[in-house]
């Protein structure tokens, strides 16, 4: 079901974006042969001190060790 098409307010904004309620996928996927429901694709961190990426990277590796999900 579509909900809407968005314009930019401004010149810069990126409209090539695709947003939808992750529930509404999640129940979908749910009805496919894929496998893939209740599981997330990926994250996006956001950093205050970009120093630090390497330790929390290794730290978001180390929380999906030895699971169907490891990196």
């Not at 947003?19 to 009805?31: I, Q, S, T």
Request: hydrophobic letters at 40%; glycine letters at 6%.
């Amino acid at each position: 079901m579509l909900r809407g098409i968005y314009n930019g307010r401004f010149k810069s904004t990126d409209e090539t974006q695709f947003f939808f309620h992750w529930d509404y996928l999640n129940e979908a996927m749910k009805k496919t042969t894929l496998r893939r429901a209740d599981q997330i694709g990926f994250f996006i961190v956001g950093l205050k001190d970009p120093d630090q990426a390497a330790e929390v990277a290794a730290a978001i590796d180390s929380a999906f060790k030895n699971s169907v999900t490891e990196p």
